[in-house]
């Protein structure tokens, strides 16, 4: 299988993308460290995978800690012995963040960008160490348009803030082996999502057009795109933010 006898760490994967994530991994052969802010989300997506005959272990904690991103990460290894891979996947949209909100815009920073970062950091020192790996970021395409969130100012700063991260932590890894690229999802059908459809019909109407192709995508197309980043198949593809959005971008 694709990542027989690799050790990935997926975070935010209690629900939506990260979710999906998780669940495909092992079912192609990796032993996964599930992480999310919900420490009960993700127990239930380690437990899915472990019925489903896979290995994981859960962790819960918020990744804008840099202790408790840590922990997570290492977590990994110290159960599977190494760590191949990870999808750093945790990020939220602060309800009061299109009032210009001082603290939401802060909050969405510490934990779609310093998040990223913590976990990148502990990450990369175990990859570093073993000569090899590859991670992937969860960016949006709110990183090349702001027209897709333009009343999120903090979302969509910190995602622009994501892809410069992962530019700057490929070019400095390039040589050692280490692979980083970043997966920039439009509308998707996560929990985050549909809680904004659910205010009205006309928020609802209008993020499932939002595309040319006419619908959101589901959690796991856009797990297909990261796990093709993370994978040996993309071997020369570094410093990259791969777009699934449905043709959004080119209109």
């Not at 802060?106 to 090899?132: I, P, T, W």
């Not at 939002?210 to 980043?229: C, K, Q, T, V, Y």
Request: include cysteine.
């Amino acid at each position: 299988m694709e990542f027989s006898g690799k050790v990935a760490f997926v975070s935010g994967a209690g629900n939506g993308i990260g979710r999906a994530a998780a669940l495909l991994l092992a079912e192609r052969g990796a032993k996964v460290c599930v992480a999310d802010y919900d420490a009960a989300a993700a127990a239930v997506t380690a437990e899915a995978i472990r019925a489903a005959g896979g290995e994981a272990v859960s962790a819960g904690g918020d990744v804008a800690d840099r202790a408790a991103a840590t922990a997570m990460v290492d977590l990994a290894v110290q159960t599977f012995g190494k760590l191949d891979c990870a999808l750093n996947n945790a990020g939220i949209t602060h309800p009061q963040d299109h009032d210009w909100d001082d603290d939401a815009f802060q909050r969405s920073l510490d934990v779609n960008l310093k998040g990223v970062f913590y976990c990148m950091k502990a990450e990369l020192a175990h990859m570093e160490k073993a000569g090899r790996g590859s991670i992937v970021n969860t960016a949006s395409i709110a990183a090349m348009i702001a027209s897709v969130a333009p009343n999120l100012p903090g979302y969509t700063s910190s995602k622009h803030a994501v892809m410069g991260l992962t530019k700057v932590a490929a070019l400095k890894y390039a040589r050692m082996g280490i692979r980083v690229n970043a997966v920039l999802p439009g509308v998707t059908g996560t929990n985050m999502v549909r809680e904004v459809m659910e205010h009205s019909a006309e928020a609802r109407h209008t993020l499932e057009n939002f595309s040319p192709m006419g619908r959101i995508a589901e959690p796991s197309e856009i797990a297909e795109a990261a796990l093709f980043l993370m994978s040996d198949r993309a071997s020369f593809i570094t410093a990259h933010g791969l777009v699934a959005d449905g043709g959004v971008t080119v209109q």
